[in-house]
């Protein structure tokens, strides 16, 4: 009797509102927690190359943030190529040398500046759709051939979103750059990439030099719609 008394008290005070109050603040904090993460990751425009991390952790990092995103049917089309040391010097180099003969004249001075901000930076990433895999899957799922290249899309930015998130989760800084298709072909041909690999867009990431400027969030546009 004096167990099942025992018991009873445990099973009464394991279900208190205080308990019940603890345990909405925990999950309230995760949440906070999770938001304040999704808040920091911003576009680091002024970015430097002192990293405490080493390149075979930060390629470690980027390959299993890229892993972690879902793709439909399964079909993972998305490519990574990575950028360190000479590689990324030579990449935003290479960017500039196109781009200045692309540009007008009057305009490259602002374009060369941007790139001379990004070559300062610790690495790149590339990001690539492989147009043959995507091609594949159309063979083998005519169904859905239409679709394919649209979710391709969207495994790609899930990737891209995701790999900036684990950056800015330690402290590294990082902006999107677009500048394909112009600088595709030469890419490839440098870099020796299979040019079925169609470059999207190029990630640079390092040290935050100068925080992203205050952008309040309350003018930022989005537009909801909730049916019950």
């Known amino acids: 009797m004096a167990l099942l008394d025992k018991l009873s008290q445990v099973l009464t005070t394991e279900i208190t509102t205080d308990l019940i109050f603890n345990r909405k603040n925990e999950t309230d904090s995760k949440e906070s927690d999770y938001l304040q993460q999704l808040q920091q990751r911003q576009s680091i425009q002024k970015l430097g190359k002192h990293l405490a991390y080493d390149q075979a952790y930060l390629t470690k990092l980027i390959h299993a943030a890229a892993l972690s995103c879902p793709s439909a049917v399964n079909m993972k089309t998305t490519r990574i190529v990575i950028l360190f040391s000479k590689a990324h010097t030579e990449f935003w180099h290479l960017v500039q040398e196109i781009q200045k003969t692309q540009i007008p004249e009057h305009l490259f001075p602002a374009i060369a500046i941007k790139i001379q901000k990004c070559n300062a930076a610790y690495g790149t990433v590339l ?68 040019t079925t690999w169609k470059l999207k867009t190029q990630l640079v990431f390092g040290s935050v030099e100068q925080d992203a400027e205050y952008v309040d969030a309350t003018k930022k546009e989005a537009e909801f719609l909730v049916f019950k």
């Open 127 to 194: 990001f690539f759709e492989d147009q043959t895999a995507i091609e594949n899957l159309q063979k083998n799922s005519p169904l859905n051939s239409a679709e394919l290249p649209l979710w391709s899309e969207q495994s790609l930015g899930m990737a891209q979103y995701a790999v900036w998130m684990a950056l800015a989760e330690i402290g590294i800084g990082a902006n999107f750059n677009y500048y394909s298709p112009s600088i595709d072909y030469k890419v490839a041909q440098y870099f020796k990439i299979n």
